[in-house]
């Protein structure tokens, strides 16, 4: 079940090409102040101006979509169903990626897989036998007037050759439909988040994670997480296994 867009049996997968994203730690949006050079490497930020105070603004790269892509995702804040884990708040701002200036009414869309490591639609495919709705830890929201999104999940688990994960995308102009989910509109950004290796050994002890059997892949090991921090999506996580977890982070898109 490894997530990797080198594996041309994997169904759905594809490579992300050169388009770059804008991506700030915290949530906080800034002016954007980048080279055309170096695009995993941090900028100065620009001095600042009525708009936004100044910060750190970096461009990466989009990440693959991965294999488990399903279409029509429910438009909902809590896409947990019922899965057993470790509360994951997420708190995803949006803005553009020129002029760091927050976009209200984009769908940022996750999916990820549980505990286990099984995505829902593809369940069996790390070796455990659990109902199969297709929609579990699926789903998205649209963007507050200060581009927020703010999304319940649990805190993922893993699978065979992949570090733990969340994908993500963010779409703008979409129409929502009488079913609960969303069409048409425009996908500006596929990438994925990841949360500091720490936090995940800790959770890694605790059930119902501590039943995965599958030999865990780290950051460093993964082929897709490339040690760029929040360049390559690595959430800023607060919290405790008790008390539930928020990660957060910026992604800036490019609308043109």
């Known amino acids: 079940m490894t997530d990797s867009s080198k594996d041309p049996a994997k169904a759905g997968t594809h490579a992300i090409g050169r388009r770059t994203v804008l991506i700030a730690t915290g949530t906080t949006a800034a002016v954007l102040a980048v080279g055309a050079a170096a695009p995993e490497a941090p900028t100065s930020a620009a001095a600042p101006t009525a708009a936004a105070a100044a ?3 970096t461009l990466t790269k989009e990440m693959t979509e991965g294999p488990y892509y399903l279409d029509g995702a429910l438009v909902r804040a809590d896409v947990t169903e019922g899965k057993a884990g470790i509360a994951l708040k997420l708190a995803l701002t949006v803005v553009d990626d020129s002029t760091c200036v927050a976009i209200p009414d984009a769908l940022v869309e996750i999916w990820h897989c549980d505990a286990l490591g099984e995505y829902s639609g593809y369940v069996g495919n790390n070796g455990h036998s659990e109902p199969d709705d297709r929609t579990f830890l699926r789903g998205g929201v649209l963007t507050d007037s200060a581009g927020l999104a703010s999304i319940t999940t649990i805190y993922p688990g893993w699978y065979r050759g992949r570090c733990v994960h969340i ?4 779409h703008t102009g979409v129409t929502l439909t009488s079913d609960g ?6 996908e ?3 990438g994925q988040l990841f949360i500091d290796e720490t936090i995940t050994t800790a959770v890694a ?9 599958v030999t865990r ?13 929040a360049a390559s999506g690595l959430m800023t996580v607060t919290g405790s296994a008790s008390a539930g977890y928020t990660g957060t982070l910026t992604l800036g898109v490019q609308q043109s």
């Open 167 to 170: 994908h993500v995308k963010v």
């Open 205 to 213: 002890k605790i059930s119902p994670y501590s039943a995965n059997t």
């Open 188 to 190: 500006l950004h596929t």
């Open 55 to 57: 910060a750190v603004c």
């Open 217 to 229: 892949t780290t950051l460093a090991q993964d082929s897709i997480y490339d040690d760029g921090g």
């Open 181 to 186: 989910s969303f069409t048409g509109g425009q």
